[in-house]
Nanobody, 127 residues
Framework: QLQPVESGGGLVQPGGSLRLSCTAS????????IGWFRQAPGKDREGIAS????????YYDDSVKGRFTISRDNAENTVFLRMNSLRPEDTAVYYC????????????????????WGQGTQVTVSS
């Protein structure tokens, strides 16, 4: 089974930027819809962005719309989450999730819609 692997987290000051990456060894991500989720201490895991296999359908939660950008490079077998204008409330563990699909325009957004999850990468926004 595909095991997504996240990277790119770290400590950043408010207003700063980070780029998270999601890849998978031994599997081609181009047949998987991909979602980014985050979970802050004491809170539920929430979906913040997702992208269809074609890249033509993208979803953003209102909390990140205009600041975060999800993209995929199937040649590099990687999905990116570019995060700009970071705020302290963006502090969380960020997870990449993958779901195989033949529906090229489907961008799922709920935890229950994804079957494969990475281990997460910590993002801390603090001065």
């Amino acid at each position: 089974q595909l095991q997504p692997v996240e990277s790119g987290g770290g400590l950043v000051q408010p207003g700063g930027s980070l780029r998270l990456s999601c890849t998978a060894s031994g599997f081609s991500l181009d047949s998987y819809a991909i979602g980014w989720f985050r979970q802050a201490p004491g809170k539920d895991r929430e979906g913040i962005a997702s992208i269809s296999t074609s890249g033509g359908t993208i979803y953003y939660d209102d909390s990140v719309k205009g600041r975060f950008t999800i993209s995929r490079d199937n040649a590099e077998n990687t999905v990116f989450l570019r995060m700009n204008s970071l705020r302290p409330e963006d502090t969380a563990v960020y997870y990449c999730a993958a779901e195989p699909t033949y529906a090229r325009s489907w961008a799922p957004r709920r935890v229950s819609e994804f079957s494969s999850w990475g281990q997460g990468t910590q993002v801390t926004v603090s001065s």
